[in-house]
C-alpha cells in the first residue's frame, strides 16, 4: 500500500480527514487492509543498532511493531526509547505502557514525550506482576489500570487536558490501543468487557494468542453484535508455537481445545517442530484472514522474531502488498573507537 503524500523515513505525515493521527498504521486499518503487526523485544543494551538490528527481520512485512514494556516485569531498554529510535528511520512503532512502573504523572510525560518524538501509536496494559520478572523486589505502582490509562491518554489527545484539569498548549493526535483481549475465555463476556474499552477510548485492539478459532468466531459474532467494529479495530494474536511452553499450544491442549489440541499432536510428531510450528501458526493466519472483522493480526513471535517473515510471506494475507520499509536506514552502525 503506498500512500500518494509518503515523506521521506521520520517526517510527519499529514493527518487524513476522519483520523486521530498522522500514522501510517492508522492509514492501513482505516483503508481496509488486513494489517499485520509483530513485537520487537527490547535490547539489554544502550546501543541504537541493537535496536535497528532487531527492526530490520519485519521491514517490508509488517505495519507496525510493538516495543514491549517490560514484558514479564523483566527490565530492558524502556518502550519509549525504542519507540522513539524507530521512528527515526520511519517505522511505525506502538508504544506500550504499562501501568505496573509509573504513576499517572509519569506516564502522562511518557505520553506527550512520545508523541513529541513523533510516536503516533499507544498501547495501554496492565502489566504483569514483579514477581514473575528479574527484580521481584520491586515496589509495584499501578496506580491506574487499563481502563483508566485510556481515559486519561484519550483527555490528552481529544481535549488538550492532563488528568488534573491544567490545559496544554499543544497535543499531536495518536491512535490509541488495549490489550489482554481473550477471546477464548467467555467470549460474550469478553466482548462486553471490549465494549468497555472501546467506550473508554481504544481505537484498536491487539489480543493474546487465539488458537480456539470456533470460539474466535463466537467472540466476534457477539463484537458485532455490541456496534464494536464500527469503533475499533481487532487484531488477533498468534504465533509460531513450540512444545513446552507453558502459556501456547501446550496449556490450551490440556484446556481440551480441539484445535489446540491437533496442533499439539502435530508439532509432536514433527521431525522438525520449529518449522511445523511455522506451519501451524500459518495455517492460523490464513483462517484469521476470513474471519468477519478480524481486522488484522499480531504476531508475537518470542524469539522466533527472524521467522516472522517467512510465516507472512506465506500466508499470503498481504495480498501482493508490501507495507513500509526503509530504503536506506540513516544510522548504521556506531563508530567505535579503541584506546
Avoid at 496449556?251 to 521431525?271: I, N, P
Wanted: charged content about 25%; aromatic content about 6%.
Amino acid at each position: 500500500m503506498k500512500f500518494e503524500d509518503e515523506p521521506v523515513p521520520g517526517y510527519p505525515l499529514p493527518i487524513r480527514p476522519g483520523h486521530t493521527s498522522p500514522g501510517r498504521f492508522e492509514r492501513v486499518l482505516r483503508a481496509g487492509a488486513f494489517a499485520v503487526t509483530a513485537e520487537l523485544a527490547p535490547p539489554d543494551s544502550a546501543d541504537p543498532e541493537d535496536v535497528y538490528r532487531r527492526a530490520r527481520v519485519f521491514e517490508g512485512y509488517v505495519d507496525a511493531i510493538n516495543a514491549t514494556d517490560g514484558s514479564g516485569a523483566n527490565c530492558h531498554m524502556s518502550s519509549l526509547a525504542v519507540c522513539a529510535l524507530l521512528t527515526r528511520i520511519g517505522h511505525a512503532p506502538v508504544m506500550q505502557i504499562s501501568c505496573r512502573d509509573r504513576n499517572r504523572i509519569a506516564i502522562q510525560g511518557d505520553i506527550l514525550g512520545g508523541a513529541a518524538m513523533g510516536v503516533c501509536n499507544m498501547l495501554c496494559l496492565t502489566g504483569d506482576g514483579v514477581q514473575a520478572g528479574d527484580h521481584p523486589q520491586a515496589m509495584p505502582v499501578f496506580d491506574l489500570d487499563a481502563i483508566s490509562l485510556l481515559n486519561i491518554a484519550c483527555n490528552l489527545r481529544d481535549h488538550h487536558r492532563f488528568e488534573s484539569g491544567r490545559k496544554i498548549s499543544y497535543a499531536r493526535g495518536y491512535c490509541s490501543g488495549r490489550r489482554r483481549i481473550r477471546p477464548r475465555r467467555r467470549p460474550q463476556h469478553r466482548a462486553l468487557r471490549l465494549a468497555k474499552k472501546v467506550a473508554a477510548g481504544a481505537q484498536f485492539v491487539q489480543t493474546q494468542y487465539c488458537f480456539d478459532l470456533e470460539r474466535l468466531r463466537v467472540f466476534m459474532r457477539a463484537v458485532e453484535d455490541l456496534g464494536v467494529l464500527e469503533r475499533a479495530f481487532i487484531l488477533v494474536g498468534g504465533r509460531p508455537a513450540a512444545l513446552g511452553e507453558g502459556r501456547g499450544v501446550d496449556a490450551h491442549a490440556r484446556a481440551g481445545h480441539a484445535r489446540a489440541g491437533r496442533d499439539h499432536r502435530a508439532l509432536a510428531s514433527a521431525g522438525d517442530q520449529a518449522r511445523e510450528g511455522r506451519n501451524l501458526c500459518v495455517e492460523l493466519i490464513q483462517e484469521l484472514h476470513t474471519i468477519k472483522g478480524v481486522s488484522g493480526v499480531h504476531v508475537m513471535a518470542y524469539r522466533q522474531e527472524e521467522s516472522v517473515a517467512e510465516v507472512i510471506e506465506r500466508s499470503g494475507v498481504l495480498g501482493g502488498r508490501r507495507p513500509w520499509r526503509p530504503e536506506a536506514p540513516p544510522f548504521g552502525s556506531l563508530d567505535r573507537k579503541t584506546s
